[in-house]
């Protein structure tokens, strides 16, 4: 089973699962009320600097994956001019076989992690785990998770689905917590458990927002101090770097770091903005003294000269989860990848194709929201149409499909066939709803169409055809012709 993607529960199981959950509901309504809110003010701020700053930001991610080569190279050289040991990873697996070598070489035992998307994506903590090592994750959501062993629901707010009451529990039950829930003592708590875990760690495991080229500097954008602690303490450092996060220079990191907070939370800027430049110097006193960069690709560059393309650009700030509808219903789990969202249903495709994903592609409504909402501009609604094209012209659409497309294409092609069917639409309808009315709850037993009348009526068809009626029915303006009066051209009230 993919670590990134659940194959085992089809989308329909996890979805009525997901429908289920109340809280989860309410919290993502709020969140993405709250964020949507938020972000809009701070565009109506800035004007039209807004669409000129997204414009700029689509160039420059264009830009590098036009030199995609050339930016790789300058990076890591300037990376290991800093003191970065790099290690390539064309899989997950070789990042994974990287981590564990290291662990091994360095003797360690023990890692505090903060929160990284890309080690999510390798599922870097059970194997980790299964190694017989000791993993703490560190961001209060991400700590959550694991005490619960849940996953994320988000790709910036992962743990939306646990109330206070709830990870009261999941604290008392697996920390020793015995305060309230009151958040305040919640983080209190959480500070002073985590302290020991980062002075005793031997390695400290992170992610990175943007890799800058020119210095050879990794980012890290957050907003709990916990990253820095993860990046200083711990004598090893590890960071997983996407290949599709490297900007040219640091005023190409200026840019996206105008663009990210704003986009995913509504925020000008996050509290701590790191930019590393390598282990401790010898004259210093903190830091790591072994810093290693894993660069990861893991299907990132299967996209490169595609359809999907553009998708190299994204930044994951989540913006594309705050505002989609279906989001809002099905929440993060219903989708099943660790990447939701439209965001994830573009990536999770590109990464682990059609043959092992499920009806996850046809989970939108194409209503474009996303694509007005991304800061990269990256058109997902034309995407996620891409990838259904595809998933069709391969034959790896669902079979009972294809007898009915197969029909309608024949019913289109024929005027004879589609003024029959037209015809005889009504009258078959009229044996199913007894003549009057609509399909309604009572049709549940009907294939295919108890889909959608089962929660809401499919009306009767009409008897008569529009080009009847319309040819029937003579224009207004003959009925009735509008009598010009001086001095009312114009309309003007
Ligand atoms: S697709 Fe766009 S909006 Fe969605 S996470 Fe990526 S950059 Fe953000």
Same mark, same amino acid.
């Given at each position: 089973?993919?670590?990134?993607?659940?194959?085992?529960?089809?989308?329909?199981?996890?979805?009525?699962?997901?429908?289920?959950?109340?809280?989860?509901?309410?919290?993502?309504?709020?969140?993405?009320?709250?964020?949507?809110?938020?972000?809009?003010?701070?565009?109506?701020?800035?004007?039209?600097?807004?669409?000129?700053?997204? %414009?700029?930001?689509?160039?420059? @991610?264009?830009?590098? #994956? /036009?030199? &995609?080569?050339?930016? $790789?190279?300058?990076?890591?050289? +300037?990376?290991?001019?800093?003191?970065?040991?790099?290690?390539?990873?064309?899989?997950?697996?070789?990042?994974?076989?990287?981590?564990?070598?290291?662990?091994?070489?360095?003797?360690?035992?023990?890692?505090?992690?903060?929160?990284?998307?890309?080690?999510?994506?390798?599922?870097?903590?059970?194997?980790?785990?299964?190694?017989?090592?000791?993993?703490?994750?560190?961001?209060?959501?991400?700590?959550?998770?694991?005490?619960?062993?849940?996953?994320?629901?988000?790709?910036?707010?992962?743990?939306?689905?646990?109330?206070?009451?709830?990870?009261?529990?999941?604290?008392?039950?697996?920390?020793?917590?015995?305060?309230?829930?009151?958040?305040?003592? %919640?983080?209190?708590?959480?500070? @002073?458990?985590?302290? #020991? /875990?980062? &002075?005793?760690?031997? $390695?400290?495991?992170?992610?990175? +927002?943007?890799?800058?080229?020119?210095?050879?500097?990794?980012?890290?954008?957050?907003?709990?101090?916990?990253?820095?602690?993860?990046?200083?303490?711990?004598?090893?450092?590890?960071?997983?770097?996407?290949?599709?996060?490297?900007?040219?220079?640091?005023?190409?990191?200026?840019?996206?770091?105008?663009?990210?907070?704003?986009?995913?939370?509504?925020?000008?800027?996050?509290?701590?903005?790191?930019?590393?430049?390598?282990?401790?110097?010898?004259?210093?006193?903190?830091?790591?003294?072994?810093?290693?960069?894993?660069?990861?690709?893991?299907?990132?560059?299967?996209?490169?000269?595609?359809?999907?393309?553009?998708?190299?650009?994204?930044?994951?700030?989540?913006?594309?989860?705050?505002?989609?509808?279906?989001?809002?219903?099905?929440?993060?789990?219903?989708?099943?990848?660790?990447?939701?969202?439209?965001?994830?249903?573009?990536?999770?495709?590109?990464?682990?194709?059609?043959?092992?994903?499920?009806?996850?592609?046809?989970?939108?409504?194409?209503?474009?929201?996303?694509?007005?909402?991304?800061?990269?501009?990256?058109?997902?609604?034309?995407?996620?149409?891409?990838?259904?094209?595809?998933?069709?012209?391969?034959?790896?659409?669902?079979?009972?499909?294809?007898?009915?497309?197969?029909?309608?294409?024949?019913?289109?092609?024929?005027?004879?066939?589609?003024?029959?069917?037209?015809?005889?639409?009504?009258?078959?309808?009229?044996?199913?709803?007894?003549?009057?009315?609509?399909?309604?709850?009572?049709?549940?037993?009907?294939?295919?169409?108890?889909?959608?009348?089962?929660?809401?009526?499919?009306?009767?068809?009409?008897?008569?055809?529009?080009?009847?009626?319309?040819?029937?029915?003579?224009?207004?303006?003959?009925?009735?012709?509008?009598?010009?009066?001086?001095?009312?051209?114009?309309?003007?009230?």
């Amino acid at each position: 089973m993919s670590i990134l993607y659940h194959t085992d529960v089809t989308l329909r199981e996890r979805v009525a699962e997901c429908l289920k959950d109340d809280f989860k509901h309410n919290a993502i309504k709020t969140a993405q009320e709250v964020f949507y809110n938020k972000r809009a003010a701070l565009v109506e701020e800035m004007g039209e600097g807004w669409e000129e700053l997204r %414009l700029h930001a689509t160039e420059i @991610r264009n830009h590098v #994956t /036009e030199n &995609l080569d050339y930016y $790789v190279k300058m990076f890591a050289e +300037n990376a290991e001019a800093n003191g970065y040991i790099m290690h390539y990873a064309p899989t997950d697996q070789d990042a994974l076989a990287e981590v564990l070598d290291i662990f091994e070489k360095t003797n360690s035992q023990s890692t505090v992690k903060s929160k990284s998307m890309m080690t999510e994506e390798v599922g870097l903590n059970e194997v980790l785990e299964e190694a017989g090592y000791k993993v703490v994750e560190t961001d209060c959501a991400e700590c959550i998770l694991q005490k619960a062993e849940s996953k994320p629901s988000h790709i910036v707010v992962p743990a939306l689905h646990f109330n206070r009451d709830a990870i009261r529990d999941i604290f008392t039950e697996k920390c020793g917590y015995e305060g309230t829930s009151v958040p305040e003592e %919640l983080t209190h708590f959480l500070r @002073r458990y985590l302290r #020991t /875990e980062f &002075l005793n760690a031997d $390695v400290g495991i992170r992610g990175c +927002n943007f890799a800058v080229a020119s210095t050879g500097s990794p980012t890290l954008i957050t907003n709990e101090g916990n990253g820095r602690m993860v990046d200083s303490v711990p004598k090893v450092q590890i960071i997983f770097v996407g290949i599709d996060r490297i900007v040219p220079d640091l005023q190409s990191l200026d840019t996206m770091e105008a663009l990210v907070p704003r986009s995913a939370v509504g925020s000008k800027m996050t509290a701590y903005f790191s930019v590393d430049s390598g282990p401790r110097r010898s004259d210093e006193v903190d830091g790591p003294v072994e810093a290693h960069i894993i660069l990861m690709d893991n299907g990132r560059s299967r996209i490169l000269k595609t359809d999907f393309e553009p998708m190299f650009r994204c930044m994951r700030c989540g913006a594309c989860l705050n505002i989609c509808p279906v989001y809002r219903h099905i929440t993060g789990h219903g989708y099943g990848s660790i990447y939701p969202g439209p965001m994830g249903v573009v990536m999770t495709a590109n990464m682990v194709g059609y043959d092992k994903i499920d009806t996850m592609t046809f989970a939108c409504t194409l209503c474009g929201a996303c694509a007005e909402h991304c800061p990269a501009t990256i058109p997902l609604h034309d995407l996620i149409r891409q990838h259904r094209i595809n998933i069709v012209d391969q034959g790896k659409n669902h079979s009972e499909e294809v007898p009915v497309f197969k029909l309608l294409k024949k019913m289109w092609s024929s005027v004879g066939f589609y003024k029959f069917a037209m015809g005889a639409g009504a009258p078959v309808m009229g044996l199913f709803t007894n003549d009057k009315g609509a399909l309604d709850a009572k049709s549940t037993w009907m294939p295919v169409v108890k889909g959608w009348t089962s929660t809401r009526d499919f009306d009767g068809l009409s008897k008569d055809r529009f080009r009847t009626w319309f040819k029937n029915h003579k224009p207004l303006a003959a009925e009735a012709p509008v009598q010009k009066t001086e001095g009312t051209e114009g309309g003007g009230e």
